[in-house]
């Protein structure tokens, strides 16, 4: 009979390393074969760790979807098998192991967002060990890049939606009550933009007064076509494809101009000539 510690191995051999002969004679039929007996231990493991993972990580999930990350998950659980019975320790090295697969490569990316990830939920249990509580997903934990976490958390702060907040400063929804068209932007607008970025609430506000929107953008993703359904006329993409970031950002300004002029001139009826 093999000792323990072979048992250990064995079981470990067969549930993550696909050794199908490691457990062989000392697993019972009762009417089941004996390797897919096994199999639903082996199945159950790795769904528990890819879940571990994807909810370690659920920007690298969107980033690979969720097929790529189940065949990482199963590599990764073979590189580096969960020691500890704590499965929020199971993701640790995922980062490292992400850098040397993609290192150098197109993908070489996916390693600093796992690191920030990682980073971020350290930061959340620290917080939750320390005050008792944590929201990480709380409604503006994430502006100023993780800086509404610290002061919702740790100062008591309550959380606005900027726009709203500027938009009653300057008196937004009055001025929009009389206009033609609006116009507002973003430097990046995709679906994230209706979660309460600036142009969406800019949108929202013109809504209730039937006013059209357009959007403009130094890049629009196709699933920006989202704000059609919130009152955007029209998406306007001020940047060619394909250009360098240093000089996209070094030519906004004029680029936005010469957007802004050519959308004046398609609506016609607006005077932008003497502005």
């Given at each position: ?247 996209a950002l070094r030519d906004g300004p004029a680029a936005l101009a010469r957007a802004t002029a050519e959308a004046c001139r398609r609506l016609g009826s607006l005077n932008c000539g003497n502005r």
């Amino acid at each position: 009979m093999p000792s323990l510690r072979e048992l250990q191995q064995r079981f470990y051999d067969a549930l993550l390393l696909d050794d199908a002969t490691a457990l062989a004679g000392l697993v019972r039929t009762n009417g089941l074969d004996p390797e897919d007996r096994v199999d639903v231990y082996r199945n159950n493991a790795r769904e528990r760790f890819r879940k571990t993972l994807a909810a370690d990580y659920p920007v690298i999930l969107q980033l690979v979807g969720e097929q790529c990350l189940r065949g990482l998950a199963r590599l990764y659980m073979r590189e580096h098998p969960s020691r500890s019975g704590d499965l929020q320790s199971f993701g640790h090295e995922f980062a490292a192991f992400l850098a040397m697969r993609y290192g150098g490569g197109e993908y070489a990316y996916l390693a600093d967002v796992a690191r920030l990830e990682s980073a971020l939920t350290h930061l959340a249990c620290v917080t939750s060990s320390t005050l008792g509580h944590a929201h990480p997903a709380r409604a503006g934990a994430g502006a100023a890049g993780g800086l509404g976490f610290a002061l919702l958390e740790f100062l008591g702060a309550e959380s606005q939606p900027g726009v709203q907040v500027v938009a009653e400063a300057v008196g937004l929804e009055d001025a929009i009550a009389g206009a033609d068209w609006v116009f507002t932007g973003e430097g990046s607008v995709d679906a994230q933009t209706v979660q309460g970025k600036t142009p969406f609430g800019v949108a929202q506000l013109a809504r209730r007064h039937n006013v059209p929107v357009i959007v403009f953008g130094g890049r629009i993703s196709p699933d920006a076509s989202i704000l059609h359904q919130h009152g955007v006329h029209e998406l306007v993409v001020i940047t060619p494809e394909g250009t360098p970031v240093e000089k996209a950002l070094r030519d906004g300004p004029a680029a936005l101009a010469r957007a802004t002029a050519e959308a004046c001139r398609r609506l016609g009826s607006l005077n932008c000539g003497n502005r």
